[in-house]
């Protein structure tokens, strides 16, 4: 067993909670940690404790790949389109903005890509999501030669943002 490698195991473990939508806190649980010990006593040990630090480490390993995302968008064989959609947590403490890329690589195949998950506060307005949105598209320099489309749902908050958008990027805006 002597080549663990511990960040790679860290990397792969927040990929597999991320990628299957799971609760941070996995990684804190008896059953869990058991397991994992089963399998490398080493890989037990290089877990974190406590969801807190698995979102530290989530959002460092983020910050640590834009660039490579900048990279990989630049490099798209296609127009690059847009989704985003908002929710609120529980209680309405928190409102969130989901901002996924969509587009066909360098090689030709399709990618879905999570770049941005900003908190939104106030009120969802349209100005207030194309405001969100816009600073997305100029942190990962997408600008109006590889936009492509914008596909969400349709409530009228989202027209609004569209329409601010189009304007913004000088596109014609047609919403179904």
């Known amino acids: 067993m002597g080549n663990f490698n511990i960040q790679q195991f860290r990397e792969v473990a927040v990929f597999c909670l991320l990628d299957n939508n799971l609760?941070?806190?996995?990684?804190?649980?008896?059953?869990?940690?058991?397991?994992?010990?089963?399998?490398?006593?080493?890989?037990?040990?290089?877990?974190?404790?406590?969801?807190?630090?698995?979102?530290?480490y989530a959002m460092r390993l983020f910050q640590y790949m834009q660039p490579q995302i900048v990279c990989a968008l630049s490099e798209a064989a296609s127009k690059i389109h847009i989704s985003f959609d908002g929710w609120t947590t529980k209680g309405?403490?928190?409102?969130?903005?989901?901002?996924?890329?969509?587009?066909?690589?360098?090689?030709?195949?399709?990618?879905?890509?999570?770049?941005a998950l900003p908190h939104l506060a106030g009120s969802h307005t349209g100005d207030a999501i194309a405001d969100t949105i816009k600073k997305t598209l100029q942190e990962y320099s997408i600008g109006s030669d590889k936009l492509g489309y914008f596909v969400l749902d349709n409530a009228a908050n989202n027209d609004t943002a569209v329409s601010s958008l189009a304007h913004a990027y000088a596109q014609s805006a047609t919403i179904n």
């Open 23 to 56: 609760p941070m806190e996995l990684l804190a649980r008896p059953s869990f940690r058991e397991m994992i010990s089963l399998a490398n006593p080493e890989a037990e040990a290089a877990l974190w404790v406590s969801p807190r630090s698995v979102a530290t």
């Open 92 to 115: 309405g403490k928190r409102g969130f903005f989901g901002v996924v890329a969509h587009f066909a690589n360098a090689s030709g195949v399709i990618q879905d890509l999570p770049i």
